[in-house]
């Protein structure tokens, strides 16, 4: 995934339960983002950060929380408060000529 | 903000070429991007062009940008099973959060053989 890691692969959450999302990216880039993907459907963006210690939300940001403590690490948690996570989820980096790199993304499955 | 647009779906038989249209709002985006998603993946970029470009040739893939009408479009030759797949196109914007890419609802390729 050209130095950009999501984890895990598929992920089951229980009602009522947090859950968070892994990414981590080894290229240095300031730029970090996070999309959800439902099914037949396009990206819709759920929070962004340009720098460290700095986020912004997205489209549908309800729901959702991150943090971006370190450059390398950006993880998203789906609350109890999202009424709908089943989703796929991508996580993607800024390259340098401003394309995104993506992560091969999570599955969260509501059960 | 940026809006882009695409057909739903397309689909080929093996061997024709394919065309996947995609439409825009900001003429301001400095480059525009096509994204290919494979079943249960993430999105692997496949091409781009700057947008004082008219077209891009890269193998079997020719891109080719309408400045004037905000159309871009992909081109694939001699389209194989292997393609199937959804294709993105997404144009990159910059505003106050920096710079941004805004993607199109894909369209889904179907190649029969």
């Known amino acids: 995934d050209g130095g950009i890691t999501q984890s895990p692969k598929y992920l089951f959450r229980k009602e009522g339960q947090n859950v968070t999302l892994s990414c981590e990216q080894n290229?240095?880039?300031?730029?970090m983002y996070w999309y959800r993907q439902d099914p037949g459907q396009g990206l819709r963006l759920i929070y962004y950060?340009?720098?460290?210690?700095?986020?912004q939300k997205g489209d549908i940001a309800e729901g959702y929380s991150v943090s971006r403590e370190k450059k390398e690490s950006f993880p998203l948690t789906v609350t109890s408060a999202q009424k709908n996570p089943t989703a796929f989820y991508l996580c993607a980096i800024s390259d340098t000529f401003g394309g995104y790199t993506f992560g091969s993304g999570t599955r969260l499955t509501v059960v | 903000g940026e809006d882009v647009e695409q057909s739903l779906f397309l689909s080929v038989r093996e061997g024709d070429s394919s065309v996947i249209n995609c439409t825009y709002t900001d003429s301001s985006s400095t480059y525009l991007y096509w994204y290919k998603q494979e079943p249960g993946a993430g999105l692997q970029l496949l091409t781009y062009?700057?947008?004082?470009?008219d077209m891009k040739q890269d193998q079997r893939l020719t891109v080719l940008l309408n400045k004037k009408d905000k159309h871009l479009s992909l081109r694939i030759a001699d389209t194989q099973t292997g393609d199937s797949a959804i294709y993105f196109c997404a144009g990159l914007s910059n505003n106050n959060a920096g710079n941004m890419l805004t993607f199109g609802g894909g369209t889904r390729l179907m190649v029969k053989p």
């Open positions: 950060s340009q720098i460290v210690n700095d986020f």
């Open positions: 290229l240095n880039h300031d730029a």
């Open positions: 062009i700057f947008s004082n470009m």
